[in-house]
């Protein structure tokens, strides 16, 4: 058996949204999980502690939330692929991490299984209370990439395409599951190992002497980066540096590097986010969701279409960067806009910057627990057709 | 120094140190206070790699915050200045993805054993090849001298203007408690011993722990009233006592004196080379 069937499991089966994450990480390439257990993340951890070993990885179990991401950032600077995957209370003790990783620019994957909050909350629940701090959660200013799935077989794939935007924007990158994505069982098919696509960071193409380590000479924005041993004299901090690394004060300095850490994910949102997109024809009215929630979204949107009352459904596939174009684009169209989502309303926000000036948006909140039911988003719906 | 007489030869004098000195180092030549014990000791540890003749661009300098924290940075081949605290994670997923790297972590007493302390004593629990250099000055010297988990009672720091009320930490037998492999303590004085025991430690398999007694002249001497920095460590001396010398001696007598030479060795398996042992096996059984 190669490394690769090891690795790559293709068929079809019935598998835990978590399963199949740990499916997705061992097709992408993962050499290391490091992780603390945390109900709803926790099956991830031993499908990676089982598996990963026999693909030539490493599973350790770290004391803590700090000490995973910790060693995470520290085999990704080795030259591996790394993960961990916690909730939304790990991610509060990660946070310090994701900015050094953000700043030194360590490419990574962070699965946040969301369950209900504040605080400890209720563990066995889920919430989309994430969508924040996994982007803002850090001091200072950067930008990330963050991912929502929406079932099982995408558990799979966009922790896939994590890793490859990981390795290409080096950079930390969010699968943001919930719950209910993270535990529910359905249909999942992995393809063949030559069908699925992956990208590896770029390596320098000069010698150490030659080498600048935080230059960015291509349009992307992202410097080449060589693995800790490999020659090249790392300089590795997340002190304000300059292009060779030396720390600096300087306001020049810490504009053009602040700019550049920003723009290499924002200036390319309009190829890192996805939305998908269902009746869009004639609809004046629009329901725009995200993660479990988007399930019921579609249904309501597809009930009222068979109703005679056309009504565009989208879902977020990428939150952040925010999918700004495919929304301004389409809410030209729109007089209103529904957004679900399973917290007191926050990527509605996002919403409102963008479409708030052609379509008039309306928050569905619920706080976690419960999710909407296809019913109850049909009928706030319903009322735009009185 | 002996200066040649014949001005033709008369080079400027390098100092060792340079040839492993990073050119574009911050606050050059380096941030330590005039005296400080930081700067021989990473003297001692590029002495150890010099002797011990490593492939430095296979040597990682591992840091995360304060005055020893900062060593790192200086090292003129790869670095890996992380963040306070989480110095000894990032090494343990360095060395996890790189074993034939020797990774080095300096870690000052309150980033070792205060916010870091989780991390220190699972990392020689789990015996991950790595050799942790812990400079203990008995204070918080950057940040102006507070108290740390090593300060002895009773004494002053800027956060115990009333004489410290807590007990510390003795960080070497926190480490022999915790499974550590090598564990030795010296003073700054003993420069001979402090590079033998990196050079030892670097050798050991397993988790090593180097407690290495250092003056902080500005902060933690100057509000004790020991003095400057060679005051300091003829202080240092003073309390020292060797290990073989101090086990024939009652314990009341042994009251804030510091206990040193090479307190601990034991083999045991290592982390990594264990982890992947258990798997090549696991792969082997899943062909058969």
Not at chain 1, 247 to 255: C, E
Not at chain 1, 356 to 381: R, Y
Not at chain 2, 39 to 48: E, P, S
Not at chain 2, 97 to 108: C, D, F, I, K, Y
Request: charge should be neutral.
């Amino acid at each position: 058996m190669t490394l690769a069937n090891k690795r790559v499991r293709t068929g079809t089966y019935f598998l835990q949204g978590n399963e199949a994450c740990g499916e997705g990480a061992l097709a992408a390439g993962c050499m290391l999980f490091a992780g603390y257990p945390i109900t709803p993340a926790t099956e991830i951890a031993e499908f990676m502690a089982g598996r990963l070993p026999r693909a030539g990885g490493i599973y350790i179990q770290g004391e803590d939330e700090l000490a995973s991401l910790g060693m995470v950032l520290g085999a990704s600077a080795a030259g591996w692929k790394a993960m961990t995957a916690t909730s939304g209370n790990g991610i509060c003790l990660m946070q310090e991490e994701i900015g050094y990783a953000a700043m030194t620019e360590i490419p990574c994957v962070i699965v946040d299984a969301q369950r209900a909050g504040p605080g400890t909350g209720i563990a066995t629940k889920s919430m989309q209370g994430d969508v924040y701090q996994v982007r803002y959660g850090s001091n200072g200013d950067y930008s990330i990439i963050a991912l929502a799935p929406s079932s099982p077989q995408e558990m799979f794939d966009l922790t896939v395409e994590a890793f490859n935007f990981a390795e290409m924007y080096r950079t930390p990158v969010f699968l943001l599951a919930d719950e209910i994505v993270s535990h529910m069982r359905e249909r999942v098919t992995i393809p063949p190992a030559e069908k699925i696509h992956l990208i590896e960071r770029k390596k320098p193409e000069v010698p150490p002497d030659q080498f600048v380590p935080f230059r960015a000479e291509t349009p992307d924005g992202v410097p080449p980066m060589p693995s800790f041993g490999d020659g090249y004299a790392l300089p590795v901090s997340s002190f304000a540096r300059s292009e060779t690394g030396r720390p600096t004060t300087d306001f020049k300095n810490q504009d053009r590097l602040v700019r550049r850490l920003w723009e290499k994910i924002e200036n390319h949102a309009d190829s890192i986010a996805r939305v998908e997109t269902e009746g869009l024809e004639e609809a004046r009215v629009a329901v725009i969701s995200y993660g479990s929630v988007s399930r019921a979204a579609k249904d309501a949107a597809r009930n009222l279409r068979r109703q005679g009352k056309p009504v565009a459904f989208m879902r977020l596939i990428t939150l952040w960067p925010f999918p700004d174009k495919q929304i301004r684009e389409l809410a030209k169209q729109w007089k209103a806009v529904f957004v679900p989502e399973m917290n007191m309303g926050k990527m509605v926000r996002e919403v409102e910057r963008v479409a708030g000036k052609f379509a008039e948006v309306f928050s569905l909140p619920k706080p976690g627990v419960d999710m909407h039911t296809p019913a109850e988003i049909q009928q706030a719906m319903e009322r735009m057709f009185a | 120094m002996n200066e040649k007489t014949t001005t033709e030869k008369k080079t400027k004098p390098v100092h060792p140190v340079l040839n492993h000195f990073r050119e574009d180092s911050p606050g050059t030549p380096h941030l330590w206070c005039p005296g400080c014990g930081v700067g021989q000791v990473w003297h001692f540890t590029t002495k150890a790699i010099e002797e011990l003749g490593l492939d430095e661009d296979r040597v990682l300098w591992v840091g995360g915050s304060g005055c020893t924290g900062r060593m790192c940075t200086y090292w003129h081949k790869d670095f890996f200045h992380t963040l306070h605290g989480r110095a000894l994670s990032f090494a343990t997923g360095v060395k996890l993805a790189r074993p034939e790297m020797t990774v080095l972590v300096h870690s000052g007493d309150g980033e070792c054993v205060a916010i870091g302390g989780n991390h220190l004593i699972h990392a020689a629990r789990r015996n991950v090849d790595i050799t942790l250099i812990a400079i203990n000055n008995f204070n918080y010297g950057m940040t102006g001298g507070q108290f740390s988990p090593t300060t002895p009672s009773s004494v002053y720091t800027s956060t115990t203007p009333y004489g410290n009320q807590e007990a510390p930490f003795d960080l070497s037998t926190l480490m022999k408690e915790a499974g550590a492999t090598y564990i030795a303590r010296w003073t700054t004085v003993h420069a001979r011993q402090v590079i033998n025991a990196i050079k030892k430690g670097i050798q050991n398999k397993g988790f090593s722990f180097i407690e290495v007694l250092a003056q902080c002249p500005t902060q933690y001497g100057r509000r004790n009233k020991l003095g400057d920095a060679v005051q300091m460590m003829e202080w240092l001396k003073a309390n020292s006592i060797p290990k073989e010398k101090a086990e024939k001696m009652p314990p009341e007598e042994l009251k804030g004196k510091f206990i040193i030479g090479e307190l601990f060795a034991d083999t045991r398996p290592e982390f990594s080379d264990y982890m992947r042992a258990v798997a090549a096996e696991a792969a082997r059984k899943e062909e058969t």
